[in-house]
């Protein structure tokens, strides 16, 4: 049976101005897996993400969500694509003077008329879904780096969204709660067969979550490997990525 692509990228020219940063790229995110964008620094990984979630509007080329086109101009389809997504920035991005409640109720309140009940019984299921239950009335400045991140986890969330995008989710984060987030993500992956873009260069948490990957390269400002992570590793025929995944200067 062929895989449904949920995300769909054709001929993609991003950057800014006239500064091209990547060029004509094109490839498929299925529908269910968990597909990791990496490559070097400098490389336009999080450019390429600004340009998945319609931060950014392409140079040329087509980004199609879910069968939606994303920069097609249309602002009630640009709506509907935002319901159908929920994104983890780097640092959590938690507004301060919010509890944690208020912060994960933001989207409920934004796209839905639900009851305040509703909403109320909607956060504590989310948070209880991340590990967070009973954090509720907690400010953000009062609960760690890696309760932060989970936090932003239940709010991307909140609508149930059919695609979630992460940003250096291990950014800041030590071994051991780096690792608890990978599980926590293969969890939710399994649980409600959520897809999940996801822009690192953390080898651990890649060969533990990737089901898929594309690698970008800076000099050529496209893509240079895709594929299974390990096989990339091991059997690449560019010497470069088989440097990259095994952490070898050269």
Do not use: W
């Not at 390429?48 to 249309?74: F, M, Q, R, T, Y």
């Not at 979630?164 to 950014?171: G, K, N, R, W, Y």
């Not at 594309?214 to 990339?232: N, R, T, V």
Request: hydrophobic share 40%; with cysteine.
């Amino acid at each position: 049976m062929s895989r449904k692509a949920i995300i769909q990228v054709r001929d993609l020219v991003a950057g800014y101005g006239e500064n091209v940063i990547l060029r004509n790229l094109s490839f498929d995110v299925y529908e269910g897996e968990i597909f990791v964008i990496l490559g070097g620094s400098g490389c336009g990984k999080s450019t390429l993400l600004k340009h998945l979630i319609g931060l950014i509007p392409p140079i040329s080329g087509d980004v199609v969500i879910d069968g939606k086109e994303l920069n097609a101009g249309d602002e009630e389809t640009y709506q509907q694509i935002l319901r159908e997504i929920g994104i983890l920035y780097q640092s959590g991005a938690l507004l301060g003077s919010m509890s944690i409640a208020e912060n994960v109720a933001l989207p409920i309140l934004e796209y839905t008329s639900l009851s305040p009940a509703h909403v109320a019984t909607l956060v504590t299921m989310k948070l209880n879904l991340v590990d967070l239950g009973g954090y509720e009335r907690y400010l953000p400045s009062e609960i760690s780096g890696g309760m932060k991140k989970r936090a932003g986890l239940a709010r991307a969330m909140a609508l149930n969204p059919k695609i979630l995008f992460f940003d250096e989710p291990s950014a800041g984060l030590d071994p051991i709660t780096s690792a608890e987030l990978d599980n926590l993500i293969i969890h939710l992956n399994k649980r409600f067969g959520t897809t999940m873009v996801i822009v690192t260069h953390e080898l651990q948490s890649i060969f533990t979550v990737a089901h898929r990957v594309i690698m970008l390269d800076k000099i050529s400002k496209g893509i240079i490997a895709e594929g299974d992570p390990q096989y990339l590793r091991d059997h690449s025929q560019n010497s470069f990525v088989r440097r990259f995944f095994n952490r070898l200067p050269e």
